[in-house]
């Protein structure tokens, strides 16, 4: 028990911010991309398609999830403060109420990575929307012509 009160902390936020700094350079790679992407150089829209959706599943899984490591960090944060309570054989509110509010942390920064993660990646999603039509008009454009 002293293994996880000692390095849970630093094991949820550290995973919470590798997931962070994953997302935040794939949804940077993604702009950069988008901004250069000529939609008019493919042949078919699969292909253009399987090109814009890269990375933007890992995004959309780190905004998904994220919450659930906070939740975790939140589960054992509280387990921790119930077994330390149990073993002093005293029930001090104060000493509850620190417990659960350090504990809750892990929870609100899952909530905090998650967010941001979920809106660049419906974003970026538009911006795939977008990309396509332009591809389906300029595909259009040259069946007319």
Known sequence: MEILKAYLDISVFGILGFMAFIALWMTLERL???????????????????????????????????????????VLGILITFYELGHQHTLETGAIMMGLALALKATAAGIALAIPSIMAYNGLMRKVDVLSAQFKAHQDLKTQD
């Open 32 to 74: 950069f991309y988008f901004k250069k992407v000529q939609p008019e150089n493919y042949h078919h829209i699969e292909l253009l398609q399987v090109d814009l959706t890269k990375n933007l599943t890992t995004i959309s899984t780190i905004g998904a999830n994220a919450p659930y490591i906070g939740l975790l960090g939140t």
